[in-house]
């Protein structure tokens, strides 16, 4: 079983920067595929970035949605088992829980679907005010 716990959350202002951090339990992190998600009120749960093994489990790829694409950034650190979201120029419409979710590795996983991965944190809440 891994767990999986997401910090960093807060209230911001528009244009401000913030990063969050997800720190997973386990002995083979570096085996998992990891990616952040978002729920805002009233809609659907919203792929947002991906850090994932590519083919030879060699090095990471990462995956980020269009709507945050120039913005929003994610990394992984193996030795502390945790991958973080940078997200800079905040939008209000960036407002939502923002939730970490991990998979082992798979080579024929889609990334973006929400259903691709087995663990889920319990969400930090990210509010941007205009």
């Known amino acids: 079983q891994v767990q999986v716990v997401e910090s960093g959350g807060g209230l911001v202002q528009a244009g401000d920067s913030l990063r969050l951090s997800c720190a997973a339990s386990g002995r083979t992190f570096s085996n998992y595929d990891m990616a952040w998600f978002r729920q805002a009120p009233g809609k659907e749960r919203e792929f947002v970035a991906a850090?994932?093994?590519?083919?030879?489990?060699?090095?990471?790829?990462?995956i980020v949605s269009d709507s945050v694409k120039g913005r929003f950034a994610t990394s992984r650190d193996n030795a502390k088992n945790s991958v973080y979201l940078q997200m800079n120029s905040l939008k209000p419409a960036d407002t939502a829980v923002y939730y970490c979710?991990?998979?082992?590795?798979?080579?024929?996983?889609?990334?973006?679907?929400?259903?691709?991965?087995?663990?889920w944190g319990q969400g930090t809440q990210v509010t941007v005010s205009s």
């Open positions: 979710a991990a998979a082992r590795y798979d080579s024929g996983r889609a990334p973006m679907m929400a259903e691709e991965y087995t663990y």
């Open positions: 850090n994932r093994l590519i083919a030879g489990r060699t090095s990471y790829q990462n």
